[in-house]
């Protein structure tokens, strides 16, 4: 088990950028796979991406290609989702979420599959 906690939140315009952090302590980082996920005000928690713990493969959700980013650098324990081209609909708190040494496939967008969950961190997007 490690412990993760989120930062890099905060207002932006739509059009701008943002790079949130995930920071983790405690068990080795490097074996773990580490996932992003938002919720919205109103609305069910949501997959954004997954990076697996090999480095070698990420899955993002459909809204959020080609603009969001996901990367790790496991010397500083650190998983990173790079956010341009920012929408209102972005606009969410954002978790990170991650468990040890799981085999990659799709499964890996479902939330109770995780184990270790950080605090979140706001996301605001204005127009």
């Known amino acids: 088990q490690v412990q993760l906690v989120e930062s890099g939140g905060g207002l932006v315009q739509a059009g701008g950028s943002l790079r949130l952090s995930c920071a983790a302590s405690?068990?080795?980082?490097?074996?773990?796979?580490v996932g992003w996920f938002r919720q919205a005000p109103g609305k069910e928690r949501e997959f954004v991406a997954v990076i697996h713990w090999s480095g070698g493969n990420t899955y993002y959700t459909n809204s959020v290609k080609g603009r969001f980013t996901i990367s790790r650098d496991n010397a500083n324990n650190t998983v990173y989702l790079q956010m341009n081209s920012l929408k209102t609909e972005d606009t969410a708190v954002y978790f990170c979420a991650a468990e040890e040494m799981i085999k990659w496939s799709l499964s890996l967008t479902i939330a109770t599959i995780y184990g270790c969950w950080g605090q979140g961190t706001q996301v605001t997007v204005s127009s």
């Open positions: 405690g068990r080795s980082f490097s074996t773990y796979t």
